[in-house]
């Protein structure tokens, strides 16, 4: 297919859309006529996204049909019954999707934990070169746990929610290129190691998993299923596979993977809630960490139920539907 003669073949009728679709009456036959415009625009719009990847014309296009589907559907205001929708199949079933991504980006992240914080037990002498014995003892008789409680809880909360969220952005985006979303990976894990090391090789193992979990565990899991979103992107680019061109491959990963990372906005904010009224709260340990760990395992039987049930529906999530 030549893009120029194909431009040229079916201009006049974009034109033609386009001008019926900015018109605020129409009469009968004109109706008919913006009806029938808008579903071989769609039709053209789908054959330039296979077969010519042209970013431009896409642009065009897409503005197009979604500016003449507005004219011919009246436009669609704010519903709860869509944002329903999105939470019950949408959203559960991009995350159930990539499935095996974010389990990728789970386990390796966490032997990553495991083995630094294996070595800095074992090698106290390597902790002794990053602080002060002063300061590490500050940090676990006193620190560690007054962290969760310095600040009045609801400001904790919208701190900790936008602070997650832009890490999951971060992983996000970075997925594009991959390298980045693991050197995040890699510095968070990092991060949680050491930690882990210290307060365990200083005797308080119990209170490292007892003020980590009830939040950690599905505040971890939004962050892997992030970098695992935006990893599909990266690799769409190197691999796109046998039945879409590289950037049709790009563009539906890159549009699926967006609203997954709209729905994590809301897990990130139970994973603040978690982490600001309930670990710090005097309730035992062994309740805060049944908390969390009821709420981790409600997201991922909610993933795998919904998601699997909106796959086996063949129900399909773009941005366009």
């Known amino acids: 297919m030549d893009l120029d003669a194909f431009v040229a073949e079916h201009q006049a009728e974009w034109r033609r859309l386009e001008q019926l679709s900015r018109r605020r009456r129409l009469s009968a036959r004109e109706a008919d006529e913006l009806v029938v415009l808008y579903q071989r625009a769609a039709t053209h719009l789908s054959a330039v996204r296979s077969r010519l990847p042209d970013p431009a014309l896409v642009a065009q296009l897409s503005r197009l049909v979604l500016t003449a589907r507005a004219a011919v559907t009246g436009g669609q205001g704010f519903s709860w019954r869509a944002v329903g929708r999105f939470f019950t ?83 996000f985006a970075g ?38 979990a009830p939040h950690g565990l599905l505040e971890l899991s939004a962050v892997f299923v992030a970098a695992a979103l935006g990893l599909r992107i990266g690799w ?33 904010a139970v994973a603040a809630c978690l982490e600001a009224f309930v670990t710090p709260s005097p309730l035992p340990m062994i309740v805060k960490d049944a908390i969390g760990a009821v709420v981790w395992l409600g997201f991922i039987a909610y993933v795998l139920i919904r998601g699997r049930a909106a796959e086996a529906a063949a129900v399909q999530v773009d941005v366009e539907h």
């Open 175 to 212: 997925g594009v290129l991959i390298l980045p979303a693991l050197w995040v990976l890699f510095t968070n894990a990092l991060n949680l190691g050491l930690m882990g090391g210290l307060m365990i090789s200083h005797g308080k193992a119990d209170v490292f998993f007892g003020m980590i």
């Open 89 to 171: 199949h949408g959203f559960p079933l991009v995350v159930y999707r990539a499935r095996w991504w974010w389990a990728g980006t789970t386990i390796a992240s966490l032997a990553v934990a495991v083995a630094v914080g294996v070595w800095f037990t074992e090698n106290p002498d390597a902790l002794a070169a990053l602080m002060s014995n002063d300061q590490a003892q500050r940090i676990v008789d006193k620190e560690f746990v007054s962290y969760y409680s310095d600040y009045a809880a609801q400001n904790f909360a919208a701190e900790v929610w936008t602070n997650n969220a832009w890490v999951g952005a971060q992983t």
């Open 236 to 268: 769409a680019a190197l691999a796109p596979g046998p039945q879409l061109s590289r950037g049709a491959a790009v563009g539906y990963a890159a549009r699926t993977g967006l609203l997954g990372v709209l729905g994590l906005v809301a897990v990130f």
